[in-house]
């Protein structure tokens, strides 16, 4: 037992068996409670999406309960999930209790309380629905390990195409209207990325064009409406996006045109399917979604997210961020490579950890306790039975002050050295601790490893070509809406 028990906190399970209860933390009946069945959920749901909002909606619970586990309703709520009630989790303590596949299922949890209609995937439950128990998680998850790692020669090349294409288009929108948004053109160079790397394929010399992310974000509107918030009066948006589904007729026709370019496009990758034991139409509909909802939608949210959060931080940071990149770029003829990013970089690397810190991309995630569980917070233990719903928001535990200095702050090189290294296992943006990585057995983001390097690839490709930038920022429904006012052309 070799394990260093330096902080109390994190090398503590946060669950054990419910008859070994603690004895150092009080056992507590778990506060809150759900109101009137149907009309407790409704008033939840308006509670979180338009009188309080998301951060303020759990915070007001923490403290009228004084716990950060509680009961309470989660959006959407009937009549499109037949069951809202959760147990919340809401600090570094009890969050990770969701990645141990020992004491939670996650069969159909991915958009949470509900499940989006498996019309709009093929006819098929893909990958991220699955549970590790369930025979095709597994070779599915391998299968996506193969599309990502099958041409990574490939994906330094093409990012750097791609989005220095994408700045140089910023640069004269910028000098001409001055200010320039950098969701679309982000949008596009995210799918000829993704498409040009994994596939070998450009977008525009297929029957799509350049339609993909419209698409993708109908079709992503289609299965997460109910979570989202588009701007509409609230009354009207919470009686329809909240109440309805949006009937998946209506995308066919569109997801079809995706799933045509994935059939044609993805040889290699439907023939490792084969291999692997699963047919080719599942591989296709499973390749749209992690291509186009995981990752697509995933980097649509993450890369405003980042350019945001160094907007703010400012010059000086800019700066040594700059320097940091020129320098190791120099020293290596120019190329960019991995070993490099990885022993050269130390601040890129801390920044992309920040920013997947103070603001997770993909922020609440779900499992069904499998037994009786006891599960504890910073201050008390809670008893939960089996088959009781738990539901993290994981800012809360990433910016849990109990573990994080200054946790509401961008603090760039906060995972910078041996010290900051040791707190890299709070950072949870995948659904697991960032020291551990995806395995067939678990449910941690098969994308994490090439998510942070496309993130590092982003930095390294604004401070290459800028000394400083600045930004507007406004929100949007998924992500920030993130506009850059000025871009200063590299000096140095
Ligand atoms: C799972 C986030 C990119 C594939 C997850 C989960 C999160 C997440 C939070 C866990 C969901 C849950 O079960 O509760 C993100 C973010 C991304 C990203 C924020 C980008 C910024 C990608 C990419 C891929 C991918 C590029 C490409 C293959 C998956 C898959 C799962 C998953 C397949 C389910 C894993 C399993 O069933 O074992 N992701 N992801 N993701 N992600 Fe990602
Ligand atoms: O509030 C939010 O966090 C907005 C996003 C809602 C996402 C719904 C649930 C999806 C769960 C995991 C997603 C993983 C990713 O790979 C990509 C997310 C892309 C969303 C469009």
């Known amino acids: 037992f070799s394990i ?12 054990l068996s419910a008859n070994a209860p603690p004895a150092d933390l009080p056992l507590r009946k ?9 009309i407790g959920s409704i008033q939840d749901r308006f509670a979180y999406f338009y009188t309080e909002g998301c951060d303020a909606f759990f915070r007001s619970r923490i403290r009228r309960y004084n716990s950060t586990v509680f009961r309470v309703n989660m959006p959407p709520g009937p009549p499109v999930s037949a069951d809202p009630r959760v147990i919340a989790l809401l600090d570094a303590v009890s969050f990770p209790v969701l990645f141990d596949t020992a004491a939670v299922e996650k069969r159909d949890l991915f958009t949470g309380t509900f499940m989006p209609s498996t019309d709009l995937t093929g006819g098929y439950r893909v990958l991220s629905y699955l549970d590790p128990s369930e025979p095709l998680h597994a070779p599915l998850k391998k299968l996506l390990f193969f599309l990502l790692s099958h041409r990574r020669r490939s994906l330094i090349p093409e990012f750097r195409r791609a989005f220095g294409s994408l700045f140089s288009s910023l640069e004269s929108d910028l000098s001409k209207q001055g200010k320039v948004d950098f969701g679309p053109g982000n949008d596009r160079a995210c799918f000829d990325f993704l498409s040009r790397a994994l596939l070998g394929r ?14 993708i974000m109908k079709w992503v509107l289609f299965q997460i409406g109910p979570l989202l918030t588009i701007g509409l009066p609230r009354i009207i948006e919470d009686a329809t996006l909240h109440s309805f589904r949006l009937p998946p007729a209506l995308i066919r026709a569109d997801y079809n045109r995706l799933a045509d370019f994935f059939r044609e496009s993805a040889g290699p990758v439907l023939d490792e399917a084969n291999r692997l034991g699963i047919s080719r139409e599942e591989a296709v509909h499973n390749l ?7 990752s697509f939608g995933g980097m649509k949210i993450l890369f405003p997210n980042i350019v945001k959060w160094l907007g703010r931080a400012g010059g000086r940071l800019h700066t040594r961020l700059a320097a940091e990149v020129r320098a190791a770029v120099r020293s290596n003829d120019g190329q960019i490579g991995m070993r490099m990013i990885e022993e050269e970089m130390p601040l890129v690397k801390s920044v992309v950890y920040e920013a997947l810190r103070i603001e997770p991309p993909v922020s ?30 994981q800012p809360f535990a990433t910016k849990d002050p109990r573990v994080f200095d200054r946790a509401e702050e961008f603090v760039g090189d906060r995972f910078v050295g041996e010290e900051g290294e040791r707190l890299l296992r709070h950072v949870v943006w995948s659904n697991g601790p960032e020291t551990e990585g995806p395995t067939v057995e678990n449910k941690q983001c098969a994308g994490k490893d090439f998510v942070v390097l496309v993130a590092r690839l982003l930095v390294i490709e604004l401070f290459l070509r800028y000394d400083s930038f600045e930004i507007e920022v406004g929100s949007s429904a998924l992500g920030s809406s993130v506009k850059l006012t000025s871009l200063k052309r590299a000096s140095f």
């Open 202 to 215: 450009d977008p525009a010399d297929s029957p799509l064009g350049s339609d993909a992310p419209a698409i």
């Open 288 to 294: 749209v979604f992690s291509i186009c909802f995981n």
């Open 30 to 38: 778990i506060p809150g409670d759900y109101g009137f069945p149907f």
């Open 364 to 393: 609440m995630q779900y499992g069904r306790a499998k037994r009786d569980l006891l599960i504890r917070s910073h201050d008390a233990a809670f008893e939960v039975k089996t088959g009781e719903l738990l539901f993290g928001y």
């Open 4 to 15: 260093s028990i330096r902080s109390s906190i994190s090398n503590r399970p946060s669950t």
